[in-house]
């Protein structure tokens, strides 16, 4: 691994907690407008974004930050935590949703409108999600990009935006937390999720007999461990999501004198 000397590691970390500090803000600020108009927003929901902001910055800014420039399992922690476990529990928080309680009717129509470009459907299709995010990592990977990364403070940056960002909009597509105009069948995004799924695992597998560049064996093969059963607990989280939301969606529902049973 890398020890970072073209550039300041403190900044760099600085520099890549900045957004997810605003988006805390904006959260409350946004809870306490909706409150203000009385519109009551479910307390899990603050819960997870907030677990999420906090396993964001812990990924980007602390100790294992500092360690994953030089432990390439401390970086696998660090993947998890900032492209699987905190997109999850972001989106979870229903940020979108929060938003257009809080926005005048008409900004919220306007809103809702470039949420229906056809730009952002094919960004949020499960196929095109699941190929920037796992894609995007076996790019990382297998290829000279892990070690250029770390000689460019810009490229650095650049490539943890897209992990988290390219997590992120993965999860929302398959789980659907907030409304999403054309959102794919449940059986559809099962099947794409599962191919996603075991392309990620292959990955990992292949990280533990294939080191990335600078790497040392033992520690691609800590790393791969990592990133195997770290995923796999993300993907059941996602799996159990996924079909709660399917279940509510087609179970039968049984009435006696007009009073619903189930």
């Known amino acids: 691994m890398h020890t970072h000397e073209q550039y300041s590691v403190a900044s760099l970390q600085v520099f890549l907690s ?6 805390f803000v904006y959260y409350i600020v946004a809870l306490g407008l909706s409150r203000k108009k009385k519109k009551p927003w479910p307390a899990y929901r603050v819960v997870a974004w907030n677990f999420g902001i906090f396993f964001a910055m812990l990924a980007v800014i602390g100790p294992i930050a500092d360690m994953a420039h030089k432990d ?20 979870l928080g229903a940020p979108i949703t929060l938003l257009l309680r809080t926005i005048n009717v008409h900004i919220a129509r306007k809103l809702t409108a470039v949420l229906r470009l056809r730009l952002l459907h094919f960004v949020q299709h499960p196929i095109t999600t699941s190929l920037l995010n796992i894609g995007g990592l076996w790019v990382l990977y297998t290829t000279d990009l892990f070690d250029m990364m770390h000689q460019n403070m810009f490229l650095y940056v650049i490539i943890h935006v897209h992990i988290f960002l390219a997590g992120y909009v993965f999860t ?3 789980i659907s937390i907030e409304s999403t105009p054309l959102r794919k069948s449940y059986l559809y995004r099962t099947v794409v999720f599962l191919f996603a799924l075991a392309s990620h695992a292959i990955l990992s597998k292949y990280i533990y007999a294939n080191p990335p560049s600078g790497v040392l064996k033992a520690q691609a093969e800590l790393g791969s461990m990592i990133m195997y059963y770290g995923g796999d607990t993300v993907e059941v989280g996602i799996i159990l999501i996924l079909f709660y939301q399917w279940f509510k969606k087609t179970r039968p529902t049984f009435k006696i004198e007009g009073k619903d049973l189930l």
């Open 172 to 174: 929302v597509s398959i």
């Open 18 to 23: 900045v957004p997810f500090i605003l988006l």
């Open 72 to 91: 390439f399992s401390a970086h696998m922690i660090s993947h998890v935590l900032l492209g699987m476990v905190a997109p999850l529990l972001m989106a």
